[in-house]
């Protein structure tokens, strides 16, 4: 399992073809308490750069983009019940989705743990 | 590198008290405001409403409207050409709510007018101060002296231990009633202090000299109830409180009967009443109270989770084309956890318990008109 990162502040943790994607610690620090995330259906296909989700805090709405392309298997419907595990466990309780991995390729434009950690120092 | 835009900010008098306790600082009708201090916008809103918390709030213009006739009577009379609100009759100590209107009945700004027995005081939003007392000179210099109070700073301090706190360092304060206001002593200082706020809450607003705002503000936060409060949480507090933000829920294109405002405009200014009319707009303003206007402000809940945000138009059904409306104020509301909204509906659509559909990203959300306040307040009257 490898975790890579995104400059837009989001994390994928790839087994085999399916990509588990969430937003950085950093990214919930910045967005302050969340309140609502709204999160793509089952089975639509995500270009790369496509908005896939939105995460609202109390004070305003960011969209959460598809870091690569790939069809959606699954998502994470405990955040719906509480959306304030992004806040408390944004790289583990509160992954977003999980993609089908369109084309491997497109992770090798992604960032490291030590890359990512450089981008937010 | 700093952006030029930033470099022109203006700072309040607070500044480094905000930076010293971790404000995120952010530009905010041309002054650099804390958004949030380092415990977030829900913890701040919570801890307002169960406490206490205490806002810098002087980037608002604070005037003073001296009579040259030495009559308060006269500044009121004169204020009056301005506002349609009653203000010969707030009584010496008290304060009214306001609105400035222009010729076609639309709010040009927002504000609180205090009698302070020789004049009045006025309170001003931040992005319309400069054009409010260019407003007021042009209109009123003929009886009046227009001072620009730009010396002071503005503090308010509002939730249910506000009165316990702000009682500590001014003996008068327990005593005063909502809507109260006057010079009082607070500590060490020349204040001017009012029984009144924007966040729904029992509170106060305290205009102190610029040179002593931090050391009052300090004294205040020496006290375990009291939090200091950014802008954001000030924001979802007056919006669980249903109170209008100007430039977003009212302003030029809206008079205040679409306001729902009508309960700010006595009978004395309506049409028969002892000084009826004669402010701007106040043939179209007085015949829609006697007609209705064709829309209304509402107060709007939403059936799901998803917050409604400013700028979502309306629908009276999920699937028709035609807006009937818009969302002009929008949010999450952590003292309901659940969104509010406020916004415009044709006013045959404005009755409590109407729904409609907000587009969201898309998608049709089912609102209903709702009662305001959403949270109930709890002023001392």
């Known amino acids: 399992m490898t975790t890579l990162y995104t400059s837009d502040h989001e994390w994928l943790s790839i087994e085999g073809d399916v990509a588990t994607i969430g937003i950085t610690d950093y990214a919930q620090q910045q967005l302050g308490d969340v309140v609502f995330v709204e999160l793509p259906k089952v089975g639509r296909a995500l270009k790369k750069a496509e908005a896939a989700a939105v995460v609202e805090s109390v004070k305003a709405a960011s969209d959460v983009y598809a870091p690569i392309s790939g069809e959606v298997l699954e998502v994470n419907d405990a955040l719906a019940a509480e959306p304030a595990l992004v806040n408390s466990d944004a790289a583990g309780k509160a992954w977003f989705f999980k993609l089908k991995i369109a084309d491997k390729g497109e992770l090798g434009g992604l960032m490291d743990e030590a890359a990512y950690k450089a981008h937010t120092a | ?381």
Not at chain 2, 4 to 24: I, V
Not at chain 2, 89 to 111: M, S
Not at chain 2, 342 to 367: D, K, M
């Open chain 2, 1 to 381: 590198m700093l952006a030029r835009d930033e470099s022109d900010l203006k700072r309040t008098p607070l500044y480094a008290l905000h930076l010293a306790r971790g404000g995120k600082m952010v530009p905010f009708a041309g002054y650099e405001m804390p958004v949030q201090y380092p415990a977030g916008v829900l913890k701040e809103h919570l801890h307002t409403r169960a406490a206490a918390g205490v806002f810098d709030v002087s980037h608002m213009g604070q005037l003073a409207l001296r009579p040259k006739s030495g009559k308060v009577s006269d500044a009121a009379l004169a204020l009056e050409r301005l506002v349609p609100q009653d203000i010969l009759g707030v009584a010496p100590g008290r304060q009214r709510y306001a609105q400035f209107t222009n010729a076609d009945g639309g709010i040009l700004d927002d504000l609180m007018v205090a009698n302070f027995g020789d004049h009045l005081f006025l309170v001003v939003n931040a992005a319309c101060k400069t054009e409010d007392e260019a407003h007021l000179r042009r209109h009123l210099s003929d009886t009046c002296d227009i001072d620009s109070l730009s010396g002071r700073a503005l503090i308010a301090l509002q939730g249910p231990r506000a009165e316990s706190a702000l009682a500590k360092i001014c003996a008068d304060a327990p005593s005063m009633k909502f809507m109260d206001a006057g010079p009082r002593r607070v500590a060490e200082f020349d204040c001017f202090v009012s029984r009144s706020g924007y966040t729904g809450e029992d509170g106060f607003e305290i205009s102190v000299p610029a040179e002593h705002a931090e050391a009052l503000v300090t004294q205040l936060l020496d006290n375990p109830d009291v939090l200091p409060i950014g802008l954001g949480a000030r924001d979802s507090l007056r919006l669980e409180a249903g109170l209008c933000l100007y430039g977003h829920d009212i302003d030029t294109t809206t008079t205040p009967v679409e306001a729902a405002l009508e309960w700010s405009i006595q009978k004395s200014r309506r049409k028969g009443g002892a000084h009826a009319g004669g402010f701007p707009g106040a043939d179209k303003i007085l015949d829609q109270f006697e007609h209705g206007a064709p829309r209304r402000r509402v107060g709007l809940k939403a059936q799901g989770r998803a917050p409604v945000r400013e700028g979502a138009p309306l629908f009276a059904d999920s699937t028709s084309t035609e807006a009937i409306g818009k969302v002009t104020s929008g949010g999450f509301g952590p003292s309901l956890n659940a969104p509010v909204a406020i916004g415009y509906l044709p006013t045959p659509l404005s009755a409590i318990g109407t729904n409609v559909f907000a587009e969201v990203r898309g998608q049709r959300l089912p609102l209903a008109v709702a009662a305001t306040p959403f949270v109930p307040n709890t002023y001392k009257r």
